[in-house]
């Protein structure tokens, strides 16, 4: 066991762990953050998709000690004063959430795309390539992607 220091959603951590554990398993065991889920474990779902310094990261295949001192956002720290973003707010409006399970990852992807660019429709789904949903067909996605893009 090794002690680390985590920043996630602002705020700092200092917990024992083995250096092997992934990200996703420290988030969700150790600190409660279950909104980053285990689909895969290989990195090809998308459902564990968190923000480390700004890149959305696949945390089920992240170890933990790679990011001590980084700042991690999950989806738990998307909101602002408890308002939803306009991602968030798009994915409501556009039916994109279904049973939820990939919500998450989605979001994180899409915020990390979104940071700074407004991309075309082709990257956007480009960038789902990496995100499997189960139960929306991608287009209510896209679309909310989209119009977040243009707010």
Do not use: W
Request: charged share 15%; glycine share 12%; with cysteine.
């Amino acid at each position: 066991m090794s002690e680390i220091a985590l920043n996630v959603n602002g705020r700092s951590h200092r917990l024992d762990v083995d250096p092997a554990t992934p990200l996703l398993y420290v988030l969700r065991n150790d600190l409660k953050l279950n909104g980053a889920k285990f689909g895969c474990g290989l990195g090809q779902c998308g459902a564990c998709t968190v923000m480390v310094d700004g890149q959305a990261v696949f945390s089920c295949l992240t170890p933990a000690m790679l990011v001590e001192g980084r700042q991690i956002k999950t989806v738990e720290g998307l909101a602002r004063n408890g308002g939803l973003t306009a991602l968030q707010q798009a994915f409501h409006e556009h039916g994109a959430l279904q049973c939820g399970f990939c919500t998450p990852g989605m979001l994180m992807a899409a915020a990390d795309l979104l940071a700074g660019a407004r991309p075309t429709r082709e990257e956007i789904v480009d960038m789902l390539s990496g995100q499997i949903c189960r139960c929306t067909g991608y287009e209510p996605i896209v679309r909310a992607i989209e119009q977040a893009a243009t707010s």
